[in-house]
C-alpha cells in the first residue's frame, strides 16, 4: 500500500495538448503579429501553428515558465525578461484546463484510500493552484509546489522531496504521477515509484523504460495501488 501520490500538472490532470496548444496559441497570438511571424516563433516553441501539433522536444512540454520564457526572449524585442515572464504566467493562469479525467471522482477516491495527494509542476505555482480551483479539486491536494516555489523544477527531484520531508514519508510509499521522461526522472531520484501516465505527448513506448506502469489516464492508479504485482505495461 502506498501513503501518497504526487501528480504532474500538465498532461497528467490536464490534457496537453487542449490545454497548452491553446496556450501556445495565445502566446503567438500576442506576440507574433502576422502567419510568418507566428511560425518563426512556433518553431522556437516546438509548435506547428497549423497544425496544432507540438514536436516531441517543445520546450513547452518539460521546461520551467522562466526557462521558456529565456528561450523566447531571444526571440523578441521591447520587452524586458522580466515582464515577458510575468505576461507568460499570466497567460497561463488564463490557459482553459481541461482535464483529463473526471478529476473530482478520480481524487476522492484517492483521498478515501487514506492517501496524501501532491502536486509538482514546472508551471510557476500561481497558475497551479488556479487550475486546480478553477478545475474544483484544489481543497483535495495536501501540497502544491510550482518551479518557483523554492525547490526547482523537474526532472531535478527538490520538488519531491521537500513533499517527502515535510509530510515525513518514505519514498518506496509514494508514487510520483507523470507523462513526461522528466516527471518520471525525479521520481526515480526521490525514490519513490514511477507512474506514468498517456495524456500527454509521449508514447507508451518512451515512457514505459522509465516507469513501473503506464496506464493511459490517472483514473487507473486507484485499481493499481490495489492490485500491485498485474499492472497494465
Not at 521546461?63 to 507568460?88: K, Q, S, V
Not at 510550482?146 to 518514505?170: H, N, V, Y
Request: with cysteine.
Amino acid at each position: 500500500m502506498l501513503d501518497a501520490v504526487i501528480f504532474d500538472k500538465d498532461g497528467t490532470l490536464f490534457d496537453f495538448r487542449a490545454s497548452w496548444g491553446a496556450w501556445t496559441q495565445s502566446v503567438l497570438a500576442e506576440f507574433a503579429p502576422d502567419a510568418a511571424e507566428a511560425r518563426r516563433l512556433g518553431a522556437v516553441l516546438g509548435y506547428d501553428p497549423d497544425t496544432q501539433t507540438f514536436t516531441p522536444t517543445s520546450p513547452v512540454i518539460a521546461m520551467t515558465t522562466p526557462e521558456i520564457a529565456a528561450i523566447l526572449h531571444g526571440y523578441l524585442t521591447g520587452i524586458t525578461l522580466g515582464a515577458l515572464n510575468d505576461r507568460l504566467n499570466a497567460l497561463s493562469a488564463a490557459a482553459p484546463m481541461l482535464p483529463a479525467v473526471p478529476l473530482r471522482e478520480v481524487l476522492s477516491a484517492l483521498k478515501a484510500l487514506g492517501l496524501r495527494l501532491g502536486l509538482a509542476t514546472n508551471d510557476t505555482e500561481y497558475p497551479a493552484r488556479v487550475h486546480l480551483e478553477r478545475a474544483g479539486v484544489l481543497d483535495l491536494f495536501d501540497y502544491v509546489v510550482g518551479c518557483d516555489s523554492g525547490w526547482g523544477g523537474k526532472p531535478a527531484p527538490g520538488q519531491l522531496l521537500e513533499f517527502l520531508r515535510r509530510f515525513d514519508l518514505t519514498p518506496s510509499r509514494v508514487a510520483m504521477v507523470g507523462d513526461s521522461r522528466h516527471d518520471l526522472e525525479a521520481g526515480r531520484a526521490a525514490g519513490m515509484h514511477a507512474v506514468a501516465v498517456l495524456t500527454g505527448i509521449a508514447t507508451r513506448d518512451e515512457l514505459a523504460q522509465h516507469a513501473d506502469v503506464v496506464l493511459d489516464n490517472i483514473s487507473g492508479i486507484a485499481a493499481w495501488i490495489d492490485g500491485r504485482g498485474t499492472p497494465e505495461t
